[in-house]
């Protein structure tokens, strides 16, 4: 007997197909790739796609200001701004928000927060715990706690661009915070989108441990531009479970008022 599986569409109509229409729900996906490649742009396509359908968005940025993610969204017709946008550690919003931002400011306000209370004991912007803990204020600036229980009634997209950040003066920690971070703050009814940067000169990630909890893994990559005299972008979804995806590699377009869109490599299975 095959049962079915609800799937959370990514906003990019080429990886849903390839994806047997989205990513399970519930999924922790690692997107990887050097920088340039596409994943926050990656990112940006699924948190707008979550909005659009009525659903919260945790957007954890450590890459750039979130007031710049916003405007290279609308580069490519994605308007984040129209809708409520929470800074979390901003004051108590009015309204309840569609969309919390955990920026390194909000990770600053949360590591003096939990340094404070925990007994001589600092923590840092970056630290693992700092993000879990900030993650865990959005999920209540949501409305969805309840006796810090997590209700099961909304789903909720988190991202997390990128998680390489927290470990990249500690990569051989980079397996344990992975853990650490899942068993806190995962939830059937969140849908996780994590970056995992590699190394441009070496091709290595920062940090081996995300690939190997992750439910699924989607690799950008690109050509070696002074070989081939340009850039050249590509995807692979390297593992995704629960789903019979696609084997085939596809060469990736980024087009301004278009975003990130997939071709199929001729011959490819």
């Known amino acids: 007997m095959r049962y079915a599986v609800e799937r959370v569409r990514t906003g990019i109509p080429e990886l849903d197909n390839a994806l047997e229409g989205g990513i399970p729900k519930g999924s922790w996906v690692a997107v990887t790739g050097e920088p340039g490649t596409g994943k926050s742009i990656l990112c940006i396509h699924y948190a707008y796609r979550g909005l659009i359908e009525g659903e919260p968005v945790i957007y954890v940025t450590t890459e750039a200001e979130f007031r710049d993610v916003v405007r290279q969204a609308k580069q490519f017709g994605l308007h984040l701004d129209d809708y409520e946008i929470f800074y979390l550690g901003s004051a108590p919003p009015a309204v309840k ?39 865990q204020d959005a999920y209540e600036v949501l409305g969805l706690t309840t006796g810090g229980r997590m209700s099961p009634r909304r789903h909720v997209r988190l991202i997390i661009d990128s998680l390489s950040a927290f470990w990249a003066d500690k990569p051989a920690m980079a397996r344990k915070y992975s853990y650490q971070l899942k068993i806190a703050t995962h939830r059937e009814n969140v849908t996780a989108v994590l970056v ?74």
């Open 196 to 269: 995992s940067q590699y190394a441009p000169t070496t091709g290595a990630t920062f940090g081996y441990g995300l690939e190997h909890i992750a439910d699924g893994v989607i690799h950008l990559w690109m050509d070696n531009v002074e070989e081939v005299k340009g850039v050249r972008r590509y995807l692979i979804i390297k593992k995704m479970r629960m789903t019979n995806h696609s084997l085939t590699a596809y060469r990736v377009r980024i087009e301004p008022g278009k975003g990130l869109s997939l071709e199929p490599l001729s011959g490819a299975e």
């Open 97 to 135: 928000p569609q969309l919390v931002v955990i920026d390194i400011f909000s990770l600053l306000k949360k590591a003096k927060q939990i340094s404070a209370a925990g007994g001589g004991r600092w923590h840092a912007a970056l630290d693992i715990e700092t993000l879990t803990a900030a993650i």
